[in-house]
Nanobody, 128 residues
Framework: QVQLVESGGGLVQAGGSLRLSCEASGRAFSSYAMGWFRQAPGKEREFVVSISGSGRATVYADSVKARFTISRDNAKNMVYLQMNSLKPEDTAVYYC?????????????????????WGQGTQVTVSS
């Protein structure tokens, strides 16, 4: 069983930055692929970025590539999402997710169905 707790959301002006954190409980954290998803009002939850168990592989949604950076610290059971050059369209609830079925990530594994543990989410609001 894994519990995930996100933090770091808030209100920021367009062009600003935020850093989200996700703390995971449980053992064998490095065996889990981790991902960030987001859900804007009235829209479905969508993939943002994922990182492999080792941290060596990442996959980004085209909409955030070159602006967002995911990282993880397996010694601390933490995953981070650095978000720069934020846009109003980045406004959403951001969710941290863990996959117990794989430690690998690829563009063929973007679906939420790969992830079986989810945090409660943290609100990110970008004002124009």
């Amino acid at each position: 069983q894994v519990q995930l707790v996100e933090s770091g959301g808030g209100l920021v002006q367009a062009g600003g930055s935020l850093r989200l954190s996700c703390e995971a409980s449980g053992r064998a954290f490095s065996s889990y692929a981790m991902g960030w998803f987001r859900q804007a009002p009235g829209k479905e939850r969508e993939f943002v970025v994922s990182i492999s168990g080792s941290g060596r592989a990442t996959v980004y949604a085209d909409s955030v590539k070159a602006r967002f950076t995911i990282s993880r610290d397996n010694a601390k059971n933490m995953v981070y999402l650095q978000m720069n050059s934020l846009k109003p369209e980045d406004t959403a609830v951001y969710y941290c997710a863990a996959s117990s079925s794989t430690s690998y990530v690829s563009r063929e594994r973007l679906s939420q169905s790969w992830y079986d543990y989810w945090g409660q989410g943290t609100q990110v609001t970008v004002s124009s």
